[in-house]
């Protein structure tokens, strides 16, 4: 059975901090991307990774970065969390190609304070 | 940037019903799926069609993809409570790009 894992499911962090979401696919899919979900605005993507070390940044990339060392792992960094980052965090993957589903992982909701 | 953009936004039904979910889209595709998200979840693949068909069934879902009109619609027949989620469409531009770009969602409660 494919699987996405997300580290946190729900995770609290101050203003200012340093957050890490990590997110591990077992498929051995190149593609790997961090969307946000926000009521009423849908999913936007942040950033995507084709391939261990490659990164594109998609829609809303100010104030994230990420990192790919591996190809099964993909990480999305805060490196100052603020409150309107406060949201729901997703992560998916998808093999080459372009009729491909993607993945997703089951999310992870952060609250900034 | 957003590219689907499903209506209704919210649509509630009896059990037993049909319930018809549409999505409109503003430049060319080669390919749109549909996903279900289940409250606080990650999203489930449920139907990919591509550009060049018009029509596609699985289950009890039917979806339809009309390209001069730049839209499509799923099709969830004989609903069930267990339907009761958010249904999000997304295109891919293909092209050698593996992005999809979704829409807001529409929420579909199935009454028991």
């Known amino acids: 059975d494919v699987k996405v894992t997300q580290s946190s499911r729900y995770l609290v962090k101050r203003t200012g901090e340093k957050v890490f979401l990590e997110c591990v696919q077992d498929?051995?899919?190149?593609?790997m991307f961090w969307y946000r979900q926000d009521p009423g605005l849908g999913l936007r993507l942040i950033y995507f990774?084709?391939?261990?070390?490659?990164?594109e940044k998609g829609d809303i990339p100010e104030g994230y970065s990420v990192s790919r060392e591996k190809k099964e792992r993909f990480s999305l960094i805060l490196e100052s969390a603020s409150t309107n980052q406060t949201s729901m965090y997703l992560c998916?993957?998808?093999?080459?190609?372009?009729?491909?589903?993607?993945?997703f992982g089951p999310g992870t909701r952060l609250t900034v304070l | 940037s957003q590219q689907g953009e499903e209506d209704p936004q919210a649509l509630s039904i009896q059990e037993g019903e049909n319930a018809t979910m549409n999505c409109s889209y503003k430049?060319?595709?080669?390919?749109l799926q549909w996903y279900r998200q289940n409250s606080g979840r990650g999203l489930v693949h449920l139907i990919l069609?591509?550009?060049?068909?018009r029509e596609k069934h699985s289950g009890r879902l039917r979806v339809t993809l009309d390209t001069s009109k730049k839209s499509s619609s799923l099709l969830i027949t004989a609903s069930r409570a267990a339907d009761t989620a958010s249904y999000f469409c997304?295109?891919?531009?293909?092209?050698?790009?593996?992005?999809?770009?979704f829409g807001k969602g529409t929420k579909l409660s199935v009454i028991p």
């Open positions: 069609i591509r550009s060049n068909e």
């Open positions: 990774s084709y391939d261990v070390k490659m990164k």
């Open positions: 430049t060319s595709i080669n390919n």
């Open positions: 498929m051995d899919h190149e593609n």
């Open positions: 997304a295109t891919g531009s293909g092209a050698g790009s593996y992005q999809l770009t």
């Open positions: 998916a993957s998808t093999s080459g190609g372009a009729y491909n589903e993607q993945f």
